[in-house]
């Protein structure tokens, strides 16, 4: 009788070692599908869409969030949407930060038919990604006991984020160092024409207003011939971050010439960016730029136009620099168009059609 049990026993060890094995190797085959997929794509979207897809599949990890932090910013992907008030908590702590947490959706469709999990903190498994210039985490809760080569995969998906995230960064810092003026730290013309494209699509689709501000240094060419290129570089600098101090996060200063600026002005009507010209005039009017020879004053005239149904950039562009070269033959140190003027001829339309 004993003889039986002890052969029914190592049937079943048996059994259970085959169907261990063969698991493994079906866990693995996956594994090196979803490998390639996530080395495949460049876009962080796409690399956190296949992990999550990976975990889900591989491991029943029935949360996943992913965590990264550049500079002072935390910004957090997460599938599916769920209450994040425990996680941003834990997320502060793990980081050591206090800062506001972006929250985007890795997958929004996926998302949107699925209900918000359960679990408490306690639960939440998180696992470190650290590079040169940013930091990462994972966040999971198992669904199940995993199995002991369940790690083994855990730690190669690792290894594929780190490498492909690490590949992302790289190329996000080429690409950033390419659209950034290298003197006044701006976005340069060119992606300034990339950006308002989306900006004017993203005005007329959703009725939204968006205006430009147009400006330049007045006289700039005197400051080069009397002070040196040092110093006339040294004013650029000082009005570039004197202007990007006093617009909005959302808002964006272009160079988009010599010493002619840019403004972008989301959701912003052209009342509105005149004003803000006008006060921008008035700072810049009271700066003192420090060189190594003297204290220069410099002052700048200002373009204003606004989309006004005309969805095209040149038209919008053509019309700020319009308004520019009518301030520059006004006497410089000026906006137009004016707030007082802009005032009075709403007065003599209202009259006409009256």
């Known amino acids: 009788m004993s003889y039986f049990i002890r ?8 059994l259970m070692a085959v169907m261990f094995g063969v698991a493994k190797k079906i866990d693995y085959k996956s594994l090196n599908t979803y490998i390639l997929a996530i080395n495949q794509t460049n876009t962080l979207e796409n690399i956190l869409l296949q992990t999550s897809i990976c975990l889900k599949d591989i491991l029943q990890y029935r949360l996943f969030a992913f965590v990264l932090r550049e500079n002072d910013r935390l910004q957090c992907w997460i599938d599916p949407d769920m209450n ?9 702590k793990d980081f050591n930060m206090k800062t506001s947490i972006t929250v985007n959706l890795i997958n929004q469709k996926q998302a949107k038919g699925n209900q918000t999990p ?6 939440l498994v998180s696992y470190e990604l650290q590079g040169d210039s940013y930091g990462a985490r994972i966040y ?8 002991p080569y369940h790690q083994e995969i855990m730690e190669t998906i690792l290894t594929t984020i780190r490498i492909a995230l690490s590949n992302y960064m790289s190329i996000k810092k080429l690409e950033t160092e390419a659209a950034i003026d290298p003197l006044t730290g701006c976005v340069n013309r060119r992606e300034f024409n990339r950006i308002m494209k989306g900006e004017i699509a993203n ?3 959703y009725k ?6 147009m400006f330049d240094i007045d006289h700039f060419k005197a400051i080069n011939d009397t002070y040196g290129h040092h110093a006339g570089d040294l004013v650029l600098k000082e009005i570039a971050l004197c202007v990007s101090r006093e617009i909005r996060s959302g808002d964006v200063i272009a160079r988009y010439g010599g010493e002619e600026f840019i403004v972008i002005l989301p959701e912003t009507r052209k ?15 009271k700066r003192v730029v420090m060189t190594e020879k003297t204290a220069v004053t410099v002052t700048a005239s200002f373009g204003v136009s606004s989309l006004n149904g ?31 003027r802009l005032c009075e001829q709403k007065k003599e339309n209202a009259q006409i059609s009256g």
């Open 118 to 123: 359960e679990y408490k903190t306690d639960d």
């Open 203 to 205: 005005a007329v689709r």
């Open 271 to 285: 009342q509105k960016a005149i004003e803000l010209a006008e006060r921008l005039r008035k700072i810049i009017e």
């Open 84 to 92: 994040m008030e425990e996680l941003k908590h834990r997320i502060r």
């Open 7 to 14: 052969k029914i026993k190592r049937d079943v060890f048996t």
């Open 310 to 340: 005309r969805p095209d950039l040149n038209s919008l562009v053509n019309e700020a620099d319009a308004m520019l070269y009518k301030a520059k033959t006004n006497g410089r140190n000026a906006v137009m168009p004016g707030v007082i």
């Open 140 to 147: 999971v809760v198992p669904d199940r006991k995993p199995l």
């Open 208 to 213: 939204k207003q968006l205006s430009l501000l």
